[in-house]
């Protein structure tokens, strides 16, 4: 069974960057569309960043141009950049359709 393990959440303050880590073992993250999602108090988990297993990606419209998700050593990761309150939330990664068993997130806040 897959198990995914999310990294690299923090505090942080508006205009701040962020990069989380997705990995998981006995899994090459390159052959599946990889995912980050995100979910905030109160709200449906979501897709924000996405990448298909030919490298091409896509984004939420909340977070084009500020988000970059990309596989290195088979990590999957997020790069968020100018960051704003409204980004904080746990995110997560898995992929984008038939979904594994969720790992536990990572938490982000943006706050001054």
């Known amino acids: 069974q897959v198990q995914l393990v999310e990294s690299g959440g923090g505090l942080v303050q508006p205009g701040w960057s962020l990069r989380l880590s997705c990995a998981a073992s006995?899994?090459?993250?390159?052959?599946?569309?990889m995912g980050w999602y995100r979910q905030a108090p109160g709200k449906e988990r979501e897709l924000v960043a996405g990448?298909?297993?030919?490298?091409s990606t896509n984004y939420a419209d909340s977070v084009k141009g500020r988000f970059a998700i990309f596989n290195a050593k088979n990590t999957v990761y997020l790069q968020m950049n100018s960051l704003k309150p409204e980004d904080t939330a746990v995110y997560y990664c898995n992929r984008v359709v038939r979904i594994w068993p969720w790992g536990q997130g990572t938490q982000v806040t943006v706050s001054s």
């Open positions: 006995g899994v090459i993250f390159s052959t599946y569309g």
């Open positions: 990448t298909a297993s030919d490298g």
